[in-house]
T-cell receptor, first 114, second 115 residues
Framework: GNSVTQMEGPVTLSEEAFLTINCTYT??????LFWYVQYPGEGLQLLLK?????DKGSNKGFEATYRKETTSFHLEKGSVQVSDSAVYFC?????????????FGKGTLLTVNP | DTGVSQNPRHKITKRGQNVTFRCDPI?????LYWYRQTLGQGPEFLTY????????KSRLLSDRFSAERPKGSFSTLEIQRTEQGDSAMYLC?????????????FGPGTRLLVL
């Protein structure tokens, strides 16, 4: 079956530090990959996505590249801000007859200190 | 577009009681999903509707759970004879249903606490 494994948290960084959150996946078909973010007290929001191998998703300074050879989709940001403090979820959607449901990782809590 | 809305936002109930949650997806969205999120975990898929048809149910959805989408618009999720293990955040998401893989838009969730 499908699964997503992401870096255990929590992650604590100082403002302007470099961020990497690792994500690897297992899928039976050809998945699309997503990063969702959950800010304190808010619902899940799509941060970025990539639908095929070697695609790079980007948004708000965050980037992730779909690496089929390593089955990875690591999230990076060059300079984090306090406002980036949130829980980040890696997810996949497998089109192989699965009704496009999302399979999520456990989430990584990021805290950015001023 | 207004976003996905869910009601109630919070529900506290006693073990053994029945509860019902409502989800209003984004207008014109054909696909609707229910997920459950427990503390410290990512959301887990419960069930999926394409218009009014319920096309998939997870094995997490025991016989005490039932979901409907009678007119292909809003959806309800009912839990009968609630148990303490049902305590979780119940999330609803929708997507247009016009293409293959699409972005799912999530509601704020209904937080259930079973005492």
């Amino acid at each position: 079956g499908n699964s997503v494994t992401q870096m255990e948290g929590p992650v604590t960084l100082s403002e302007e530090a470099f961020l990497t959150i690792n994500c690897t996946y297992t899928a039976t078909g050809y998945p699309s990959l997503f990063w969702y973010v959950q800010y304190p007290g808010e619902g899940l929001q799509l941060l970025l996505k990539a639908t095929k191998a070697d695609d790079k998703g980007s948004n708000k300074g965050f980037e992730a590249t779909y690496r089929k050879e390593t089955t990875s989709f690591h999230l990076e940001k060059g300079s984090v801000q306090v406002s980036d403090s949130a829980v980040y979820f890696c997810a996949l959607s497998d089109s192989g007859g699965s009704n496009y449901k999302l399979t999520f990782g456990k989430g990584t809590l990021l805290t950015v200190n001023p | 577009d207004t976003g996905v809305s869910q009601n109630p936002r919070h529900k506290i109930t006693k073990r053994g009681q029945n509860v019902t949650f409502r989800c209003d997806p984004i207008s014109e969205h054909n696909r609707l999903y229910w997920y459950r999120q427990t503390l410290g975990q990512g959301p887990e898929f419960l069930t999926y509707f394409q218009n009014e048809a319920q096309l998939e149910k997870s094995r997490l959805l025991s016989d005490r759970f039932s979901a409907e989408r009678p007119k292909g618009s809003f959806s309800t999720l009912e839990i009968q004879r609630t148990e303490q293990g049902d305590s979780a955040m119940y999330l609803c998401a929708s997507s247009p249903g016009l293409a293959g893989t699409e972005t799912q838009y999530f509601g704020p969730g209904t937080r259930l606490l079973v005492l």
